[in-house]
């Protein structure tokens, strides 16, 4: 991909990571050492699996702490970078999108993953979540969907399934709930993918694929509240009696259509990656944009074409 | 226009010529007229010709354009403001004839298109008449049948014969601005301009000279005050920004996507203002410092963000160009009310930065600093610029680019530790390190919006709220003490001082001027510095009776305006008062100078 060598620091922008030989032979980084703060979570809270297999993807692709940042909004999902000790940003309630968006074209050289809850990315973040993937921003966008609003303590979330007593429904949710497959489809997402937390070597799986995608990737991962909503997804856990259903092998992920038919399954419904296709991102637009233009001024310093602006405006 | 000395009547038919060392000209059409090109073309003449100038304009509110006008002030010596009065009203239309001849100073003259404008005799004996039938002659200048176009272009030239401009770089001005266009464009476009010069007056009016500028030598640059922004921002280092469109700040965008390639870097247009400011402090977090923007129910939009900015300490520019509010308001008219929101605006205890450019150089400059404060404080900083600063054209001299030129690419170098919330960093603050740096202790830091420890961990420690929260306030009070006092325009001493901030700095001192003149005790102070306000301006205030602030916006709900009732409460001084409007105009002198006397009498 083309970087902007003038919106990065300088040698990172000379050498893509992948390629720089000093970072292809350290080792990965081991649980101990990513491991920041205690989580906070409640024992048994289906994000801790999602924690415990971002290490895991970490270690695995040998990613160090200058190449990625983990970017959250507001929930008890999101609390997720300060249980990563590495760069991070815990920024505010629905916006960890557009905030993401701001580092992964601003430094190219930086892996961007971005944690969510289901409030967070569908509710007061849904008009992000939709634009970003529209724009094809080049970052990994994970969901824990708990279909629950957790960290306030048990009101109606967007994924939330009709006849859900909550706090704010005593009586049963009534609104329809968002299905978050067919929006990202729809939306233009180019990478789009299901797991759940009880399945860690699938998550794991999912989130190798939604990192080497280049584009936006975005994975609902299924991951129980036990607070405030138990047994949730128990008809996806074989464990408790339910079915795990990979997307069918013969199902072609570059075919939108299909891919929106497949989310439509009724619960538990299927996991794996439902769309996946090529479109440039939002980064090589840019880089596009940049080349062309500096192309055109040429050898001048960058002060200097500020002055052939103005002896335009004497 | 103030004559200085009438040359020696000429013989015979030739018209009297007299010096001048100003004049305001005022064009009056519909906006599709083309009078800002007009407007343009003497503006950027006055710059290349060592003049001060200054334009006022007006665009009609609807897209499908009506009425407009551009009023250009053109001076051998300081221009302040646009000119409470016109001496030249050219008007194309018998309702920009009606609607403007008010403007037009007793005994101006109104150079009307004759072949759409009656005039009426009401006015026949306070202004000195001048027909031209301006449509047909350009048709007959330039052939063919297109109505309206290049009438502009005429008008520039009889306005180039009434005040002896110079031709030859008129003509440059007119060959660049459509040079690339087809050739049979610059030529009917020069046709029409040596018609309109061509043209014979008679003894129909007086001619005018300009006096010798009293800026020999200076090289001077023409823009209006958003291109002066975007481009201070460039020229800062900033190469990254996001917003959403909204006028007046879109032409900062457009400004800014269309040039920040050239430089590497890139302006995105986001799903609406949230996203804008979250993703400009997501750049800002990764690296140099990013910049968004808005007007009127943008600002308002963004005030989470820049919460969050201000917690985690993330740096940030926000661009406000202020237009009448509430909620939609006066989208086109200028207002300042929004400095509450800029200095206040976003819950809790939130501390930062507020500065204000009086005038287009000063957009440029401030831009500059905005940037250097954001980063060396690691907090955002608004600009509070305004729609009449925004969109009016002055000459100012060119900046040293080379010399102000920025590199805030950020430093990557690996540190050994790093505490982002240092509690005992001197200042207040720390040098930010950001994603790519690697830190040898292996600690790293979380930007964070909850309250935190000094490595950006959560923390519910009433002891560490405290200290944060002082912490965040006490870095701005050190930037306080590093600003300067501002200075005062005048004696430091006197019965009253004017006090402004932004765009009201040039009326303000031009009232002072006139003040003055007439024997009065009057200076004039503009503060820049909004929030934190500079330290020493009890001293200044300490040398005058009475200390009006005098502000476009409403008096509020106790009698004062926002600046004036920030000042009172910060200095519990009963003789600052407030001099408000909100009719969405700038400040005539006129108008201050009136209120001043109005209220010195009501307290005698
Ligand atoms: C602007 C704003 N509104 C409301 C809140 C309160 N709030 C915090 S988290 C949350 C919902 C969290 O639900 P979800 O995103 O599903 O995350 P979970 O806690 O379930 O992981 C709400 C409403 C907030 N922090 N900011
Ligand atoms: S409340 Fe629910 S989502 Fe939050 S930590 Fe506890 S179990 Fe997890
Ligand atoms: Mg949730």
């Given at each position: 991909?083309?970087?902007?060598?003038?919106?990065?620091?300088?040698?990172?922008?000379?050498?893509?990571?992948?390629?720089?030989?000093?970072?292809?032979?350290?080792?990965?980084?081991?649980?101990?050492?990513?491991?920041?703060?205690?989580?906070?979570?409640?024992?048994?809270?289906?994000?801790?699996?999602?924690?415990?297999?971002?290490?895991?993807?970490?270690?695995?692709?040998?990613?160090?702490?200058?190449?990625?940042?983990?970017?959250?909004?507001?929930?008890?999902?999101?609390?997720?970078?300060?249980?990563?000790?590495?760069?991070?940003?815990?920024?505010?309630?629905?916006?960890?999108?557009?905030?993401?968006?701001?580092?992964?074209?601003?430094?190219?050289?930086?892996?961007?993953?971005?944690?969510?809850?289901?409030?967070?990315?569908?509710?007061?973040?849904?008009?992000?979540?939709?634009?970003?993937?529209?724009?094809?921003?080049?970052?990994?966008?994970?969901?824990?969907?708990?279909?629950?609003?957790?960290?306030?303590?048990?009101?109606?979330?967007?994924?939330?399934?009709?006849?859900?007593?909550?706090?704010?429904?005593?009586?049963?949710?009534?609104d329809?709930?968002?299905?978050?497959?067919?929006?990202?489809?729809?939306?233009?997402?180019?990478?789009?993918?299901?797991?759940?937390?009880?399945?860690?070597?699938?998550?794991?799986?999912?989130?190798?694929?939604?990192?080497?995608?280049?584009?936006?990737?975005?994975?609902?991962?299924?991951?129980?509240?036990?607070?405030?909503?138990?047994?949730?997804?128990?008809?996806?856990?074989?464990?408790?009696?339910?079915?795990?259903?990979?997307?069918?092998?013969?199902?072609?992920?570059?075919?939108?259509?299909?891919?929106?038919?497949?989310?439509?399954?009724?619960?538990?419904?299927?996991?794996?990656?439902?769309?996946?296709?090529?479109?440039?991102?939002?980064?090589?637009k840019?880089?596009?944009?940049?080349?062309?233009?500096?192309?055109k001024?040429?050898?001048a310093?960058?002060?200097?074409?500020?002055?052939?602006?103005?002896?335009?405006?004497? | 226009?103030?004559?200085?000395?009438?040359?020696?009547?000429?013989?015979?038919?030739?018209?009297?010529?007299?010096?001048?060392?100003?004049?305001?000209?005022?064009?009056?059409?519909?906006?599709?007229?083309?009078?800002q090109?007009?407007?343009?073309?003497?503006?950027?003449l006055?710059?290349?010709?060592?003049?001060?100038?200054?334009?006022?304009?007006?665009?009609?509110?609807?897209?499908?354009?009506?009425?407009?006008?551009?009023?250009?002030?053109?001076?051998?010596?300081?221009?302040?403001?646009?000119?409470?009065?016109?001496?030249?009203?050219?008007?194309?239309?018998?309702?920009?004839?009606?609607?403007?001849?008010?403007?037009?100073?007793?005994?101006?003259?109104?150079?009307?298109?004759?072949?759409?404008?009656?005039?009426k005799?009401?006015?026949?004996?306070?202004?000195?008449?001048?027909?031209?039938?301006?449509?047909?002659?350009?048709?007959?200048?330039?052939?063919?049948?297109?109505?309206?176009?290049?009438?502009?272009?005429?008008?520039?030239?009889?306005?180039?014969?009434?005040?002896?401009?110079?031709?030859?770089?008129?003509?440059k001005?007119?060959?660049?601005?459509?040079?690339?266009?087809?050739?049979?464009?610059?030529?009917?476009?020069?046709?029409?301009?040596?018609?309109?010069?061509?043209?014979?007056?008679?003894?129909?009016?007086?001619?005018?000279?300009?006096?010798?500028?009293?800026?020999?030598?200076?090289?001077?640059?023409?823009?209006?005050?958003?291109?002066?922004?975007?481009?201070?921002?460039?020229?800062?280092?900033?190469?990254?920004?996001?917003?959403?469109?909204?006028?007046?700040?879109?032409?900062?965008?457009?400004?800014?996507?269309?040039?920040?390639?050239?430089?590497?870097?890139?302006?995105?247009?986001?799903e609406?203002?949230?996203?804008?400011?979250?993703m400009?402090?997501?750049?800002?977090?990764?690296?140099?410092v990013?910049?968004?923007?808005?007007?009127?129910?943008?600002?308002?939009?963004?005030?989470?963000?820049?919460?969050?900015?201000?917690?985690?300490?993330?740096?940030?520019?926000v661009?406000?160009?202020?237009?009448?509010?509430?909620?939609?308001?006066?989208?086109?008219?200028?207002?300042?009310?929004?400095?509450?929101?800029?200095c206040?605006?976003?819950?809790?205890?939130?501390?930062?930065?507020?500065?204000?450019?009086?005038?287009?150089?000063?957009?440029?400059?401030?831009?500059?600093?905005?940037?250097?404060?954001?980063?060396?404080?690691?907090?955002?900083?608004?600009?509070?610029?305004?729609?009449?600063?925004?969109?009016?054209?002055?000459?100012?001299?060119?900046?040293?680019?080379?010399?102000?030129?920025?590199?805030?690419?950020?430093?990557?170098?690996?540190?050994?530790?790093?505490?982002?919330?240092?509690?005992?960093?001197?200042?207040?603050?720390?040098?930010?390190?950001?994603?790519?740096?690697?830190?040898?202790?292996g600690?790293?830091?979380?930007?964070?919006?909850?309250?935190?420890?000094?490595?950006?961990?959560?923390?519910?420690?009433?002891?560490?709220?405290?200290?944060?929260?002082?912490k965040?306030?006490?870095?701005?009070?050190?930037?306080?003490?590093?600003?300067?006092?501002?200075?005062?325009?005048?004696?430091?001493?006197?019965?009253?001082?004017?006090?402004?901030?932004?765009s009201?700095?040039g009326?303000i001192?031009?009232?002072?001027?006139?003040?003055?003149?007439?024997?009065?005790?009057?200076?004039?102070?503009?503060?820049?510095?909004?929030?934190?306000?500079?330290?020493?301006?009890?001293?200044?205030?300490?040398?005058?009776?009475?200390?009006?602030?005098?502000?476009?916006?409403?008096?509020?709900?106790?009698?004062?305006?926002q600046?004036?009732?920030?000042?009172?409460?910060?200095?519990?001084?009963?003789?600052?008062?407030?001099?408000?409007?909100?009719?969405?105009?700038?400040?005539?002198?006129?108008?201050?100078?009136?209120?001043?006397?109005?209220?010195?009498?009501?307290?005698?």
């Amino acid at each position: 991909m083309q970087m902007s060598t003038q919106t990065l620091p300088s040698e990172a922008a000379q050498t893509p990571v992948a390629v720089n030989p000093t970072v292809a032979e350290r080792k990965g980084l081991t649980k101990k050492e990513l491991a920041a703060d205690h989580p906070t979570w409640c024992p048994g809270c289906g994000d801790f699996s999602v924690l415990a297999l971002y290490f895991k993807l970490l270690e695995k692709r040998k990613l160090h702490q200058d190449q990625f940042v983990s970017i959250s909004g507001i929930g008890c999902s999101s609390r997720f970078p300060y249980f990563v000790q590495a760069h991070g940003a815990h920024f505010i309630h629905g916006r960890a999108l557009p905030f993401a968006t701001g580092i992964a074209l601003s430094r190219p050289d930086q892996h961007v993953f971005a944690f969510s809850g289901d409030g967070d990315a569908f509710s007061i973040g849904g008009n992000h979540f939709s634009h970003t993937a529209r724009k094809n921003v080049n970052m990994s966008l994970v969901v824990m969907d708990n279909q629950v609003y957790g960290l306030t303590k048990k009101q109606t979330s967007p994924t939330s399934p009709l006849g859900f007593k909550s706090k704010t429904d005593g009586w049963g949710a009534v609104d329809h709930p968002i299905n978050p497959l067919k929006q990202a489809i729809s939306m233009g997402a180019t990478f789009v993918a299901r797991t759940t937390s009880t399945n860690p070597n699938h998550v794991l799986a999912m989130m190798e694929q939604a990192m080497d995608h280049n584009g936006f990737s975005f994975i609902q991962c299924l991951s129980e509240c036990v607070e405030f909503y138990e047994g949730a997804f128990d008809s996806a856990n074989p464990r408790k009696g339910g079915v795990f259903n990979e997307v069918p092998k013969e199902h072609d992920v570059t075919d939108e259509f299909a891919a929106y038919q497949l989310a439509s399954t009724p619960f538990p419904g299927h996991f794996g990656v439902f769309y996946k296709v090529n479109r440039p991102t939002k980064n090589e637009k840019e880089a596009e944009i940049i080349a062309k233009h500096r192309a055109k001024v040429g050898e001048a310093k960058d002060w200097q074409i500020l002055q052939k602006t103005f002896d335009r405006l004497k | 226009m103030s004559s200085t000395a009438p040359s020696a009547p000429a013989s015979g038919e030739a018209p009297k010529v007299s010096k001048i060392s100003e004049a305001v000209i005022r064009i009056a059409g519909n906006s599709q007229d083309g009078i800002q090109a007009i407007g343009g073309f003497l503006a950027r003449l006055a710059g290349r010709s060592e003049q001060e100038v200054m334009t006022f304009m007006t665009i009609p509110s609807t897209i499908s354009g009506g009425p407009s006008i551009f009023q250009v002030r053109i001076g051998s010596g300081e221009v302040l403001s646009a000119g409470d009065e016109a001496d030249v009203l050219l008007c194309f239309y018998q309702h920009s004839y009606e609607g403007h001849i008010n403007s037009l100073r007793k005994g101006g003259i109104v150079l009307f298109d004759a072949d759409h404008v009656t005039p009426k005799p009401e006015f026949e004996k306070d202004y000195r008449h001048v027909g031209v039938k301006i449509s047909s002659l350009t048709v007959e200048a330039i052939g063919g049948t297109a109505k309206d176009k290049g009438k502009n272009i005429f008008s520039l030239g009889l306005v180039a014969r009434m005040f002896d401009l110079n031709i030859t770089k008129l003509e440059k001005l007119i060959s660049e601005r459509f040079a690339g266009k087809d050739e049979s464009i610059v030529k009917n476009a020069l046709a029409a301009f040596h018609a309109g010069y061509g043209y014979s007056f008679g003894s129909l009016t007086d001619l005018f000279q300009f006096t010798e500028s009293q800026q020999q030598g200076r090289t001077q640059v023409v823009m209006n005050g958003n291109e002066a922004l975007a481009y201070g921002l460039i020229a800062a280092g900033v190469r990254f920004g996001a917003g959403y469109p909204i006028t007046p700040w879109s032409d900062i965008m457009e400004a800014l996507r269309r040039e920040l390639p050239k430089y590497g870097g890139m302006f995105i247009q986001c799903e609406d203002e949230i996203a804008s400011a979250a993703m400009a402090l997501g750049a800002s977090y990764a690296g140099r410092v990013a910049v968004t923007g808005s007007s009127g129910p943008g600002i308002a939009l963004k005030m989470e963000c820049l919460g969050w900015g201000i917690m985690a300490e993330v740096p940030l520019i926000v661009v406000d160009i202020q237009r009448g509010g509430p909620s939609t308001g006066m989208p086109t008219n200028v207002e300042q009310s929004d400095l509450n929101i800029a200095c206040y605006g976003s819950h809790g205890d939130a501390p930062r930065v507020v500065l204000a450019p009086s005038n287009v150089e000063d957009c440029f400059y401030t831009a500059i600093e905005a940037v250097n404060i954001a980063t060396k404080y690691n907090v955002p900083v608004f600009i509070l610029s305004d729609q009449a600063i925004a969109t009016r054209i002055e000459a100012f001299p060119e900046p040293d680019l080379q010399k102000v030129w920025q590199d805030i690419t950020p430093d990557l170098s690996p540190v050994q530790d790093h505490k982002p919330y240092d509690l005992s960093a001197a200042n207040g603050y720390v040098k930010r390190i950001v994603p790519g740096t690697k830190i040898a202790s292996g600690k790293y830091p979380v930007a964070t919006g909850l309250e935190h420890d000094e490595m950006g961990h959560p923390t519910g420690s009433p002891k560490l709220h405290a200290q944060m929260t002082a912490k965040r306030r006490k870095k701005l009070q050190v930037l306080a003490a590093e600003v300067g006092t501002p200075k005062i325009y005048g004696p430091p001493e006197g019965n009253v001082l004017l006090v402004g901030w932004g765009s009201t700095e040039g009326p303000i001192r031009e009232a002072v001027d006139r003040a003055r003149g007439a024997g009065d005790s009057v200076s004039g102070l503009n503060i820049r510095h909004i929030s934190p306000l500079p330290n020493g301006l009890e001293n200044i205030f300490s040398g005058f009776n009475h200390v009006l602030v005098v502000e476009m916006n409403d008096e509020g709900l106790y009698g004062y305006g926002q600046l004036a009732a920030m000042l009172r409460a910060r200095f519990c001084d009963p003789k600052i008062r407030a001099i408000n409007k909100v009719d969405g105009l700038t400040y005539k002198v006129k108008d201050i100078l009136d209120r001043m006397k109005a209220m010195l009498n009501a307290k005698a």
